[in-house]
């Protein structure tokens, strides 16, 4: 066979982020040599000469014409000229599985060398092979430790991405919570109160009864006016406390907005939810307020037991009902709904 191009010099490729060159063509007795034991064929572009996953049975040098080998992905494409070659693990090591797709860029000749023909050669020519095979296995060597590199970085970055969703995960938990809560206190507001309800009512326990316990400060707008809006927060937060420290790990305590403030709360009865009503009125009774020296704090409170689970916005009315009736009787009482 006659060979019709001599390459006197060899190309070099860069594996980019290692600043490694190495040839990727052939010496002019490298090509000499696997030209001429190779099966010539045409190829026409477009061609697909094999696909990712085929099974390997020969190496190919290209003589004219461009070739692309497409991988897997996290690798870049590559094209290669005349006088490169590809599939050379086939010859190497046997039939395995190919790690990339090779296309025909552009038309052009080939010539196909098959793992036979290849062992020929060693024997015929060690010296040439020999050479050619030390310098093939160095890039391939480095090609994986190029591909190490680049999973290494993909895995970085993949942890920082989920480092930044975790991180946009909290802060749209918190600016939830912060919706849903009281800035005075820190209770849940309205809008937490009825969130919470819609959920409550479809998970019933057993034995336990929902109640709701609605509470007014008594004459908060006299404390506004003779003691200042700063001496009313500070009522306020002293009842969201005792608020706080009545309701159980099960419980919600709530501020609605003004001096209204809500309990919603799992009782075995209505005897239960009267004691802890009563307990609540006498802990109101007993604060004592440095800037509230002249006036004794109270509440009322307005209770309702839910019977059934169900619409919770009738049982709701009901525990307002019962707040009016003992605002109604001058304040500092509760009132259980009928």
Not at 24 to 42: F, H, K
Not at 56 to 79: H, N, P
Not at 129 to 143: D, E, K, N, W
Request: hydrophobic share 40%.
């Amino acid at each position: 066979m006659v060979v019709s191009k001599s390459y006197s010099t060899r190309s070099t490729e860069t594996l980019k982020g290692d600043n490694v060159q190495l040839p990727r063509a052939l010496s002019a007795d490298e090509y000499r040599v696997l030209a001429t034991a190779g099966t010539s064929r045409a190829m026409l572009p477009g061609e697909e000469l094999f696909r990712l996953g085929d099974d390997a049975q020969s190496m190919y040098l290209i003589d004219t014409g461009e070739v692309r080998l497409t991988f897997d992905e996290g690798m870049a494409d590559k094209l290669l000229a005349p006088g490169q070659y590809f599939g050379e693990l086939s010859v190497f090591i046997g039939r395995h599985q190919r790690f990339a797709r090779a296309v025909a860029e552009t038309s052009g000749v080939l010539y196909e060398i098959s793992q036979s023909v290849f062992n020929q050669l060693l024997e015929c020519e060690p010296t040439i092979i020999a050479r050619f095979m030390q310098r093939s296995f160095t890039y391939l060597v480095a090609g994986e430790h190029q591909l190490v590199q680049s999973l290494r970085r993909r895995n970085e970055d993949l942890l920082q991405t989920l480092d930044t969703l975790r991180q946009t995960r909290s802060e749209l938990t918190v600016a939830q919570q912060l919706v849903r809560t009281d800035d005075l206190t820190g209770l849940a507001n309205r809008r937490g109160l009825y969130r919470y309800l819609d959920e409550v009512v479809r998970h019933p326990i057993p034995s336990h009864s929902l109640a709701l316990l609605l509470i007014d400060l008594d004459h908060f707008k006299r404390i506004n006016d003779n003691a200042g809006h700063l001496a009313g927060d500070a009522a306020l937060r002293a009842v969201a406390e005792e608020v706080r420290r009545l309701s159980g790990p099960m419980d919600l305590p709530c501020r609605l907005g003004g001096d209204e403030f809500a309990i919603v709360m799992r009782v075995a009865d209505s005897g239960e939810l009267a004691n802890r009503a009563l307990s609540l009125l006498d802990s109101v009774r007993g604060l004592r307020l440095p800037s509230l020296r002249d006036h004794r704090l109270s509440i009322s409170i307005g209770g309702a037991l839910s019977a059934d689970g169900g619409d919770w916005s009738n049982w709701y009315s009901k525990a307002d009902q019962a707040l009016y009736d003992a605002k109604k009787k001058g304040g500092d009482s509760w009132r259980l709904a009928s």
